[in-house]
């Protein structure tokens, strides 16, 4: 449910981040760093816009980090947005980044959302898959592209994307093809986050009688999330 850039400026001191969600974008935040910290645990920079009138207004954190699996260097952002709620997500790199650039994902873990839904996922007359999908406290369309970097078998075999307000393609969560192991029949399998950010997983079931290629949605219970979006 977050999509964004930080990019290292001229000065190889500070950064500009630019922020994406469902429910807001924020086109230019200055990354400085923190002049006051003191402490490990104190973040090394701080995020700042401009107000209507100019003023200078912190809006969050940023901190340097290093992943204890892979070893590579990333920076983790706390950010609050204008209704009062803080996003956590991180900013990484892989081969295809350019130099100075960092993608910015929401920080991944989390634990499912118990909810009734509707949705359905239709395949399209390319041949491509979109829909929708809602609830009591969110309602989006979607688009379904093929996962252009899978690997490994456990790997999503499509993202689930969607626009923020400004029209920004934001990665929502994934889909695998699966099997019903019971009855043979062939379905998805689906995690996502709403706008807010809360986390589901559905499985999106072909019904009988229905159009061939036409799947609805239904709640599926779990526990633990590794990453969504």
């Not at 003023?55 to 892979?70: D, L």
């Not at 803080?86 to 100075?100: D, H, I, K, Q």
């Not at 989006?140 to 626009?163: G, Q, Y």
Request: charged share 20%; aromatic share 8%.
């Amino acid at each position: 449910m977050i999509t964004g850039t930080l990019t290292q400026n001229a000065d190889a001191k500070t950064f500009t981040a630019s922020i994406s969600t469902m429910m807001f974008d924020i086109a230019r935040i200055a990354v400085v760093a923190n002049a006051y910290k003191t402490e490990d645990n104190h973040p090394d920079f701080r995020l700042e816009v401009r107000t209507p009138r100019g003023r200078i207004m912190r809006v969050g954190s940023m901190w340097k980090a290093v992943s204890e699996k892979s070893g590579s260097a990333y920076f983790s952002f706390g950010l609050t947005d204008r209704m009062g709620r803080t996003w956590r997500m991180n900013a990484v790199r892989n081969e295809e980044t350019p130099e100075g650039t960092w993608q910015i994902v929401p920080l991944a873990g989390g634990k499912t959302e118990l909810t009734t839904m509707a949705g359905q996922v239709e395949t399209l007359d390319d041949g491509n898959l979109a829909g929708f999908v809602g609830g009591y406290d969110f309602d989006m369309d979607f688009v379904v592209v093929e996962n252009a970097h899978k690997r490994e078998d456990h790997h999503p075999d499509f993202h689930i994307e969607a626009r923020s307000p400004a029209g920004v393609l934001i990665r929502m969560g994934s889909i695998w093809k699966a099997t019903s192991p019971r009855t043979g029949t062939e379905y998805l399998s689906m995690t996502f986050s709403s706008p807010t950010g809360t986390q589901y997983r559905a499985n999106a079931l072909p019904r009988t009688g229905e159009a061939e290629g036409l799947y609805e949605i239904v709640a599926q219970t779990g526990s633990d999330l590794a990453a969504v979006a």
